[in-house]
């Protein structure tokens, strides 16, 4: 009898895990489709200043440390996060506007595809947010993260980070330093 018992729960367990997973996603298609209303810039800002300062390529002698410190974060917050946060708005637009979901990591399916660079957006879940890379295939040399938008999945689901998926020795530009 409990030889019987177990596969019923096996499957139990795997459909759940589908509704789960089903709407999850369905939260983040809602996020992602109005994405200035689902980001804490604060938290993203603080990511991507973590990630950069360290790389930033200093010109200038003339300024401390301090002054560095708040430019980077200047520039972040002003410039080039809100840039990253419509580049992720129109990559999500063209793949809905394809007809396209987002894909597994482990089988990522192109969105936009041109004899050089196919794209996706695959969806990873983690403890408590949901990882969406975003992944390029160049000249058929296969799949490699260009950068990974993480999202929060408490009661609201929000945009919390952004990973640029910087080379440990590449170096960051930004302006005025």
Avoid at 22 to 42: C, K, T
Wanted: proline residues 3%; contains cysteine; aromatic residues 10%.
């Amino acid at each position: 009898m409990k030889y019987v018992v177990l596969p019923f729960l096996f499957l139990g367990t795997v459909a759940f895990a589908s509704d789960s997973q089903s709407e999850l996603l369905a939260r983040l298609h809602a996020a992602s489709s109005d994405i200035s209303q689902h980001v804490d810039a604060g938290a993203v800002t603080k990511s991507l200043y973590r990630q950069m300062r360290p790389r930033v390529l200093i010109t200038s002698d003339e300024l401390d440390p301090s002054q560095i410190d708040r430019r980077v974060e200047e520039y972040i917050s002003g410039k080039y996060s809100p840039v990253l946060i419509e580049n992720y708005s129109r990559l999500y637009s063209t793949m809905r506007k394809g007809g396209k979901e987002f894909s597994r990591c482990d089988k990522p399916e192109d969105f936009r595809s041109s004899e050089e660079v196919k794209m996706t957006l695959c969806v990873v879940e983690e403890r408590d947010s949901v990882r969406v890379n975003y992944m390029t295939n160049g000249y058929g040399r296969g799949w490699t993260l260009a950068s990974a938008f993480i999202f929060s999945t408490g009661n609201e689901i929000k945009l919390v980070a952004i990973d640029l998926g910087l080379r440990e020795d590449q170096r960051v530009r930004v302006e005025g330093i």
